[in-house]
């Protein structure tokens, strides 16, 4: 990194690290996305005001919509910081979805959490290969043993 100089965007205040870019211009200029030079390198929770949020929950129908509406990804790490804001400030979101909270698994005796379709990760993945979340799945490996001899090795998995 070369101290002193200033990356080569106008708008942009941070240090250089090669070619004249800042980092953060510079993966950009890598990638071939365009500099964006207006384009915030990061965004923080912080940036948006609180006239924002409201105005933002109001023209949108979920908390992906929010997020995506104020131009932040849905995995970034900012979500969490804007959806406690928004609850804070007390804006209404009824008319967002309730995600259903995760149940155990609906198979009698299992103490996993549902999947998908009420099934842990383990039954769903019966279901899909047999039709049957209780289906016993039979399998079986060759192996060559040292004569050259194939033995079969069966593994029986139970649900």
């Known amino acids: 990194m070369e101290l002193g100089r200033r990356c080569i965007v106008n708008t942009c205040e941070r240090s250089v690290k090669a070619l004249g870019y800042c980092s953060a211009h510079y993966e950009r200029f890598k990638k071939g996305s365009g500099l964006k030079p207006d384009k915030p390198i990061r965004k923080s929770a912080d940036s948006i005001t609180d006239e924002q949020l409201q105005d933002a929950a109001k023209r949108t129908k979920s908390w992906r919509g929010l997020l995506n509406y104020l131009e932040f990804s849905t995995m970034s790490g900012a979500r969490k ?16 979805p309730v995600q259903n909270p995760r149940v155990k698994c609906l198979i009698e005796g299992c103490t996993e959490l549902n999947h998908s379709k009420g099934y842990c990760s383990r039954h769903y993945g019966f279901l899909k290969r047999n039709g049957d979340p209780l289906k016993t799945i039979v399998t079986g490996k060759k192996r060559y043993d040292s004569s050259g001899y194939i033995r079969l090795v069966v593994m029986v998995t139970m649900s």
């Not at 804070?88 to 979101?93: F, P, R």
């Open 81 to 96: 910081a804007i959806q406690n804001r928004v609850k804070k400030l007390g804006v209404d979101i009824s008319h967002f």
